[in-house]
Each structure stands twice: as structure tokens, then as C-alpha cells.
């Protein structure tokens, strides 16, 4: 199974490509972690919100490999804990099909996008700085992995 993050952003600091890989190579050959970036539009102070969204949400959308279960990541969908996000990647791998998360531009995605997509993961209530996301899905993913596998990497207590 091929897991796409397919983000909003290109030309990210250094310190965000490093650890995004830093995660994503852990991964073995039947789980794989695939970053697929979107142009993000450019943003002025006259820059209409709506439309950067729309245009945005199109691209991601546009982008995303034929087949993938469609997954937003978005404040508004559910939270899971680190053992019920590895039953969900679990749940995900049988299923037979690949996986995309989607993570809008700071304007996050547009109502139209969401609509069409198959789910809504929260990573929190609170906000993070756009590039930052990407790092902690990809920390979770592989926590995920991890739990799945009994590696001892994940240390975590199950409640």
C-alpha cells in the first residue's frame, strides 16, 4: 500500500524535508510514505481567501493518484489516539486500496473538496504551523507502523 501526503507548499525549510524523511524512509516496501507537493498559490494582501481555497483544493484534488481512499486532514475531523490511528492504518492496508491525506494551504481546503473526499482526520483541536503538519503525520504514520509491528518504538500505554 502507498500512502500519498499530498500537500499544499513546495520549497519547504530545510529543517521540515529533513525530518519529514527522517520518517518517511522508515518505512518498508509494502507501507510506503510518498510526499506529492501542490503549488500554493500566491498570496497578497488583496488576495481573496475563497478563491485561493478553490484553486488550491482543485490542484490537490487534481493530483492525487487514481483509486486512494481520499482522507482530509482537517480540524474539524476526528481525533484518534496513536493505537486507534494504527487500527485505522490497519483497517486502511486491508482494504486493498492506496491512501491519500490531503493537507490544504493556509487557507485549508474548500468546502467543495471536502465533500467529495471519504474522511476527516483531526491531528488536534489546537493549530499548527502549516509545514509542521506534514512532519507530525508523517511521526504519526510511522508510530503507527510501529504499534502494528510491536516495534519499540512506540512506548505508549493503551488505555
Not at 488576495?47 to 487534481?62: G, V, W
Not at 482522507?71 to 493505537?83: C, F, M, N, P, V
Not at 511521526?139 to 512506548?155: C, G
Request: positive net charge.
Amino acid at each position: 500500500m502507498n500512502i500519498y501526503l499530498v500537500a499544499v507548499g513546495n520549497r519547504m525549510p530545510q529543517w521540515v524535508d529533513s525530518a519529514y524523511r527522517e520518517y518517511a524512509t522508515r518505512f518498508p516496501q509494502q507501507c510506503r510514505l510518498q510526499l506529492i507537493e501542490v503549488t500554493s498559490q500566491k498570496r497578497t494582501k488583496s488576495s481573496d481567501p475563497t478563491r485561493l481555497r478553490k484553486l488550491e483544493s482543485s490542484a490537490l484534488l487534481s493530483a492525487v493518484p487514481k483509486n486512494c481512499r481520499r482522507i482530509a486532514l482537517e480540524r474539524s475531523g476526528r481525533e484518534y489516539s496513536s493505537e486507534q490511528l494504527a487500527q485505522r492504518l490497519q483497517q486502511w492496508m486491508g482494504d486493498g486500496r492506496d491512501v491519500a491525506l490531503l493537507i490544504g494551504g493556509p487557507d485549508g481546503l474548500s468546502r467543495a473538496c471536502l465533500e467529495q473526499l471519504d474522511d476527516r482526520w483531526s491531528l488536534s483541536a489546537l493549530t499548527f504551523a502549516h509545514p509542521l503538519v506534514r512532519v507530525i503525520v508523517a511521526e504519526q504514520l510511522y508510530r503507527a507502523w510501529s504499534i502494528i509491528n510491536n516495534l519499540p518504538y512506540h512506548r505508549g500505554h493503551a488505555n
